[in-house]
């Protein structure tokens, strides 16, 4: 499988951004699909995944309420919508393909990265 992060930006506080996330290679509906983000100085954190069928979803406390993530499985693609973004959400956002979880270890695929800024 193979993973293409898209979307990210500089983006002001209260701000929104939608990233994508296009997968290749295997069936994809097959698979859970999660978000992560690392910070400067800081370790990669889960963000949100959703379930392969797409109806199971679960959030990071901090941005439950704010993020949103679905996909299309008839296009192979995932997507997190970031709404009332905060300084605090700047990171490097990645997408991984794998078991529906909050590890990390438990996604096998992982796309490049794409950077997220929010100023203040």
């Known amino acids: 499988v193979q993973l293409q992060a898209s979307g990210g930006g500089l983006v002001q506080a209260g701000g929104s951004l939608r990233l994508s996330c296009a997968a290749s290679?295997?069936?994809?509906?097959?698979?859970?699909m999660g978000w992560f983000r690392q910070a400067p100085g800081k370790e990669r954190e889960f963000v949100a995944a959703?379930?392969?069928?797409?109806?199971?979803?679960y959030y990071a406390d901090s941005v439950k309420g704010r993020f949103t993530i679905s996909r299309d499985n008839s296009k192979n693609t995932a997507y997190l919508q970031m709404n009332s973004m905060k300084p605090e959400d700047t990171a490097v956002y990645y997408c991984?393909?794998?078991?529906?979880?909050?590890?990390?270890?438990?996604?096998?695929?992982w796309g490049q990265g794409t950077q997220v800024t929010v100023s203040s």
């Open positions: 959703i379930s392969g069928s797409g109806g199971t979803t």
């Open positions: 290679g295997r069936t994809f509906s097959h698979y859970a």
């Open positions: 991984a393909v794998g078991l529906y979880s909050t590890k990390e270890d438990k996604y096998d695929y």
